[in-house]
């Protein structure tokens, strides 16, 4: 029996794997949920059978506790951890970590989605997805916005918060769509089989999302570039601010596109980028706010001051 009233002040205390399934039983948009332990996904009867976790409620306090060693693999279908079945939720998860992910569809989400105009709201979290493959992604479009983190018809907003992702695609994957960023950090991962150019498009790590105060760290890896040698980074809709990119990639890649308004100072480290001595240029060279730095620059708390990057010493 799980504790608790499901209220703000005496929320529903959720200990097992078990109780994440009964959620739904007892969920609703003004229901509150709080963690109690960490659960862990080995050793229960879904280890080999896992399913996805229905969510329906207000709000979920991780209270610093993780869920982790997830498996999940669809033939021919889409998969996800979680999934929204309702119409117009607001979700908010705050201090909750997720690790040890991994799922294989056709699509992959974190927050599968049947509904529409949903919305989560992720602060303090950590989110781990260790392995996860689209084998025969479907392409996103302007009605039609889905990526690793949420399927379409949601929106994520993330504060603080950690992302690390391993991807495996036919084509490029979105990791966010639609969302909004802040004062988080981004290490990804990404293996990609073949793609289309989507010149500032869908095609791109980051689409139409707005992102400020972040830092991405990305490894981007390719067997095969269908005639072409350039990639995608964001999409000409997002907007950045503040943001500072460390990307190393296959050596098959002459150009990355980093896409958007850059409203502040940002900057990348062009040292790492030309690791392999293969890009030669970023589209953002051009473009005012977006400085190539060396790594010692990136490193340089004074200097990033003086080109206007706002900064601690804890940042560097």
């Not at 009964?22 to 896992?50: H, R």
């Not at 209270?63 to 908010?92: C, E, P, W």
């Not at 943001?243 to 409203?263: D, K, P, R, T």
Request: with cysteine.
């Amino acid at each position: 029996m799980i504790k608790g009233k499901g209220t703000a002040e005496n929320p529903y205390i959720i200990m097992t794997a078990d109780d994440l399934y009964f959620m739904s039983s007892i969920g609703g948009s003004d229901v509150y949920f709080s963690l109690g332990a960490d659960i862990d996904f080995n050793n229960t009867p879904y280890a080999d059978n896992f399913r996805p976790i229905t969510l329906d409620c207000k709000h979920i306090a991780g209270n610093g506790h993780v869920i982790r060693n997830v498996n999940y693999v669809v033939n021919g279908s889409d998969a996800s951890m979680f999934v929204l079945t309702g119409d117009s939720q607001k979700i908010s998860v705050e201090n909750l970590y997720i690790e040890n992910i991994r799922l294989t569809g056709k699509n992959v989400f974190l927050f599968g989605n049947t509904g529409e105009n949903n919305s989560i709201s992720l602060r303090y979290c950590t989110i781990i997805m260790n392995d996860i493959t689209a084998s025969e992604p479907d392409t996103a479009s302007e009605t039609h916005k889905h990526c690793i983190l949420h399927g379409a018809g949601i929106e994520i907003s993330a504060d603080y918060c950690m992302f690390v992702i391993k991807s495996s695609s036919k084509t490029v994957y979105p990791y966010f769509s639609g969302d909004t960023i802040t004062h988080s950090q981004m290490n990804f991962e990404i293996f990609v089989n073949d793609f289309v150019r989507s010149t500032g498009g869908y095609n791109s790590v980051i689409t139409e999302s707005d992102v400020s105060d972040s830092y991405f760290f990305v490894n981007i890896t390719t067997s095969k570039i269908s005639g072409l040698s350039t990639f995608d980074f964001s999409s000409k809709k997002c907007v950045f601010s503040g943001c500072y990119l460390v990307c190393e990639v296959s050596s098959l890649i002459y150009n990355l596109y980093w896409y958007g308004n850059i409203i502040t100072t940002c900057f990348y480290d062009v040292d790492v980028l030309r690791r392999n001595n293969t890009v030669t240029s970023v589209n953002g060279d051009n473009i005012k706010n977006i400085y190539k730095l060396t790594t010692e620059q990136c490193k340089d708390a004074e200097y990033l001051r003086s080109i206007g990057f706002s900064c601690t010493e804890a940042y560097i």
